[in-house]
Nanobody, 121 residues
Framework: QVQLVESGGGLAQAGGSLRLSCVASGSIFIINNMGWYRQAPGKERELVAGITADGTTNYADSVKGRFTVSRDNAKKTVYLQMNSLNSEDTAVYYC???????????????WGQGTQVTVSS
């Protein structure tokens, strides 16, 4: 089992910033891809930002230039720095991680429980 626990969500004013964190735990051999998704009410879950083990990143067009994804492999943690927030960023944000777990190097793909981000205008 691989567990992901997010933190850092909350309420922010438009133009403000928040930083999300997600820590992975369990019998992990390696984490390849980590990322953040979000789901707003009545909408599909969408990719916000992803990062590979070697640090290659990708972003949704709507957040490019405002959000930054990073990771600390030693801490098995991924971060999402969100700046210049606007009301359209309001959603539940989910952490995702994919890799191989022990003891038999099975593939895993895990999700966090989600953290609410609300931006007031």
């Amino acid at each position: 089992q691989v567990q992901l626990v997010e933190s850092g969500g909350g309420l922010a004013q438009a133009g403000g910033s928040l930083r999300l964190s997600c820590v992975a735990s369990g019998s992990i051999f390696i984490i390849n891809n980590m990322g953040w998704y979000r789901q707003a009410p009545g909408k599909e879950r969408e990719l916000v930002a992803g990062i590979t083990a070697d640090g290659t990143t990708n972003y949704a067009d709507s957040v490019k230039g405002r959000f930054t994804v990073s990771r600390d492999n030693a801490k098995k943690t991924v971060y999402l720095q969100m700046n210049s927030l606007n009301s359209e960023d309001t959603a539940v944000y989910y952490c995702n991680a994919e890799g191989l777990r022990l003891p038999n190097f099975q593939r895993f793909a895990s999700w966090g429980q989600g953290t609410q981000v609300t931006v007031s205008s």
